[in-house]
């Protein structure tokens, strides 16, 4: 027999706490037993999330594999996957909050955006970042706004893809961004030709062009501030 939120005192009760006293009143451990909704024979629902808790802590919960969920007493694979799609749901909104607040006003803040998506991609990726006419973000730097993607050595640029996407979003500026996966962020004499046929590109259509950055996985430069030529 497996312990439920059902076999719980009613003042206990994670979904009548929620009714009586809102959402924010519980815990964190009775947001998670309303998540898996069932404990084991020697625990109830509670003391299982609060076990969860307890082995791998409510920030690097998401971080958890699906086999380190499993490896606790209790937690099946069907749990395991209800724990994961929550978190996954939560990373797509908080992205989609930054997206909708997200405001860029110096190198540090445009780098937050594009440094944890390009560092660890092993070949060549070049994104871009969309603002507002108060440098808030539209759209951020995920797999649907990848400009182009190739080689570790070489990347292929469609500027009519750039133009497309930044009128698309009704962009006021855009910040490009690419990786060098196999070498130093330094910027080629390519890189630099490519940024000056960019900008003259994109401005032509009233969007002003930001910055051009380049990430491997320790570095980072920005074409503004280290060459002045946007």
């Excluded at 009714?19 to 309303?34: C, H, I, M, N, P």
């Excluded at 092993?122 to 649907?144: A, G, H, Q, W, Y």
């Amino acid at each position: 027999m497996e312990y439920k939120i059902k076999d719980l005192p009613k003042n206990e009760r994670p979904r009548e706490r929620l009714e009586k006293q809102g959402v924010r009143a519980l815990s964190d451990s009775e947001l998670l037993a309303l998540v898996i909704r069932s404990g084991t024979r020697d625990k109830n629902v509670i003391e299982l999330s609060r076990e969860i808790l307890k082995n791998f802590e409510l920030p690097n919960l998401d971080k958890t594999s699906l086999n380190e969920l499993k490896s606790l007493e209790g937690i099946g694979k069907v749990k395991a996957g209800q724990l994961k799609a929550v978190f996954e749901l939560f990373k797509r909104l908080s992205v989609r909050e930054e997206e909708r607040n997200g405001k860029i006003e110096c190198f540090e803040d445009a780098l937050g955006y594009i440094k944890p998506f390009l560092s660890g991609k092993e070949e060549e990726v070049f994104t871009m970042i969309c603002l507002d006419s108060k440098n808030r973000v539209i759209s951020k730097n995920t797999d649907r706004w990848i400009i182009s993607q190739g080689s570790i050595n070489r990347v292929d640029i469609d500027f009519r893809a750039i133009v497309k996407k930044a009128l698309k979003q009704n962009a006021a500026g855009i910040i490009l961004a690419h990786n060098h996966p196999g070498g130093e962020a330094k910027p080629t004499e390519e890189d630099i030709e490519l940024t000056k046929e960019i900008k003259e590109t994109i401005e032509k259509v009233d969007i002003k062009f930001l910055d051009h950055i380049i990430v491997n996985k320790e570095d980072s430069v920005s074409l503004r501030e280290n060459k002045g030529i946007i």
